[in-house]
């Protein structure tokens, strides 16, 4: 059973930083990009930062580019996203994503999903 573990989500104030965790199982990590969506309140679920597979290459969109970090760790099957310089608007339920040899990953491309973890940044 493949599951997609989140953790680190929480209340931050505005210029503070946290470190979002997603400890992956039932799936060869190593063969899958991995990934980090987002979804604020009212709005649709969109792309934050990815890594390949082969952890070569990293992936972010324009609004959390020099502020936010991806990485992952193989040897325990855990991806990161440290986040710097938060805004109110990074306020979302941030989800993990998963996607077979995957390398900037597209909401149709993903396998699996974690449940997500809610981020809140006050001014």
């Known amino acids: 059973q493949v599951q997609l573990v989140e953790s680190g989500g929480g209340l931050a104030q505005a210029g503070g930083s946290l470190r979002l965790s997603c400890a992956a199982s039932?799936?060869?990590?190593?063969?899958?990009?991995m990934g980090w969506f987002r979804q604020a309140p009212g709005k649709e679920r969109e792309f934050v930062a990815a890594?390949?597979?082969?952890?070569?290459?990293?992936y972010y969109t324009d609004s959390v580019k020099g502020r936010f970090t991806i990485s992952r760790d193989n040897a325990k099957n855990t991806v990161y996203l440290q986040m710097n310089s938060l805004k109110p608007e990074d306020t979302a339920v941030y989800y993990c994503?998963?996607?077979?040899?995957?390398?900037?990953?597209?909401?149709?491309?993903?396998?699996?999903w974690g449940k997500g973890t809610l981020v809140t940044v006050s001014s």
């Open positions: 994503a998963a996607d077979y040899l995957g390398s900037r990953l597209t909401e149709d491309g993903v396998d699996y």
């Open positions: 890594v390949t597979w082969s952890g070569g290459r990293t």
């Open positions: 039932g799936v060869p990590f190593s063969f899958y990009g």
